[in-house]
């Protein structure tokens, strides 16, 4: 059972990213999707969450706007499209898999994901 992150890099400010959360040994159909990030010297917080179907998404206030989350189940990933990017968007990335007793029940409290990715590194230079 392993999620691949994957995408990340180093983009000017304004420019755009596509990451994505590969999975395997598992369905992604089976749950729904969180993406994090974690600055350094800041705390994890939740950035982007989809549900088991696709028909909701919910952003964290300040990418709303500028990130779309989608997913692809035929290639069991699910992407994170991130545009318009700012400095303060520079932090590694980390998606995570809900457990699926906890099904599209929308939230970022890690201890509901039972599995991580090993996380992409986006840097946004000014």
């Known amino acids: 059972v392993q999620l691949q992150a994957s995408g990340g890099g180093l983009v000017q400010a304004g420019g755009s990213l596509r990451l994505s959360c590969a999975a395997s040994?598992?369905?992604?159909?089976?749950?729904?999707i969180g993406w994090f990030r974690q600055a350094p010297g800041k705390e994890r917080e939740g950035v982007s969450y989809i549900t088991i179907s696709g028909e909701s998404t919910y952003y964290a206030d300040s990418v709303k706007g500028r990130f779309t989350i989608s997913r692809d189940s035929a290639k069991n990933t699910v992407y994170l499209q991130m545009n318009s990017l700012k400095p303060e968007d520079t932090a590694v990335y980390y998606c995570?898999?809900?457990?699926?007793?906890?099904?599209?029940?929308?939230?970022?409290?890690?201890?509901?994901?039972?599995?991580w990715g090993q996380g992409t590194e986006v840097t946004v230079s000014s």
């Open positions: 040994g598992f369905s992604t159909e089976d749950h729904s």
């Open positions: 995570a898999a809900q457990a699926p007793t906890y099904r599209d029940f929308i939230t970022f409290n890690p201890v509901y994901y039972i599995y």
